[in-house]
């Protein structure tokens, strides 16, 4: 059997037996591609402790047309990958490496970038208009920030799911774990203004602005035996599915960053920089870490403690308030 139709068993045992989500699986596929098309072997066998070595190497010196190289993290995604593939090959008496023979690099310590409350009030003022498209915008930036939520979960969401009387919504993360998560009482009001522009009946929380899409009333994409605003509220068009007014992950980043810039901020801020945000004002105000890690929904608390590097600053005012009180 070749190696790629072994590979795409591997896909569907990852899938299946597994349960891993529908990115888990296009990224496992997309870093095996990637060596196997480097590679260029024909079967398991062939795959050597030489071969993975020299994979190694290139990942590590590779760089794009921009000169850009990849990152640690990433290279080590890379490993992973094909750790599991060598596994699963071991599980089905397939000849080939040994994974355990695949030595994973120590991954350099994470730096999380966040943003100080000031920061965040500077950028939520910024999206202050009243029209759907401000308001719209406005809660997104504020549910990110008040719910902590990865920008996949954010988008997935649908309107039906969110509860602005009890303030809290259910989301479907990594690995398709469902958790509940909190909102404020500003975000919660931002958001019961923006369902209140809304003309159409999509089933997605974040949609695009309907009234933007006066421009396909020339096009024969729309149905044409009825009117654009009766069209709108069905939120059908030919050849569509229910969710074609669904916002996208990119087009939350751009949003995001679009008030980042207007705000003023010099950082570089996307999503999940609010995500970090809220982990760090959690803590920051006293909240425990495994609070912290169940908001965030890490199945592991080591993932959490990466937002640890913010209790520095409260470290130093304890050690300034209570070491050697007793000397000038």
Do not use: C
């Amino acid at each position: 059997m070749l190696i790629k139709e072994i590979k795409t068993q591997f896909l569907e045992y990852l899938e299946i037996e597994k349960g891993r989500s529908q990115k888990t699986i296009e990224n496992y596929d997309h870093y095996l591609n990637r060596f196997l098309n480097w590679a260029k072997v024909a079967n398991p066998a062939q795959i050597t402790a030489e071969l993975v070595r020299n994979f190694r190497v290139y990942l590590n010196r590779y760089e794009d047309e921009k000169g850009r190289k990849l990152k640690k993290i990433t290279q080590g995604f890379y490993m992973i990958a094909i750790r599991n593939f060598l596994k699963f090959l071991a599980k089905r008496d397939i000849a080939s490496l040994q994974a355990e023979k695949i030595e994973m690099s120590k991954s350099p310590t994470r730096e999380v970038d966040f943003l100080e409350i000031e920061e965040i009030e500077r950028i939520l003022a910024v999206a202050g208009g009243q029209d759907f498209k401000s308001l719209r915008d406005r809660a997104i930036l504020e549910l990110l920030f008040s719910a902590g939520l990865r920008v996949s979960e954010l988008t997935n969401i649908d309107r039906e799911k969110i509860d602005l009387k009890r303030q809290e919504l259910s989301v479907r993360g990594k690995g398709d774990k469902v958790r509940v998560v909190f909102i404020s009482d500003s975000a919660s009001g931002v958001i019961k203004r923006y369902l209140e522009k809304r003309i159409d009946v999509d089933p997605a929380l974040f949609v695009r602005d309907v009234v933007g899409l006066k421009k396909f009333e020339k096009k024969q994409t729309i149905v044409k035996t009825q009117p654009l605003a009766k069209t709108l509220r069905r939120g059908v068009f030919a050849g569509e599915d229910v969710d074609n007014l669904r916002l996208t992950p990119r087009s939350i980043q751009r949003i995001v960053k679009h008030y980042a810039i207007k705000a003023g901020i010099v950082k570089d801020v996307h999503p999940h920089t609010l995500r970090h945000s809220f982990a760090t004002d959690l803590l920051i105000n006293g909240a425990d870490i495994r609070s912290v890690q169940a908001m965030l929904g890490h199945s592991s608390i080591t993932t959490t403690q990466v937002y640890t590097h913010i209790t520095n600053k409260q470290l130093k005012e304890v050690h300034k308030a209570f070491h050697s009180r007793r000397r000038k």
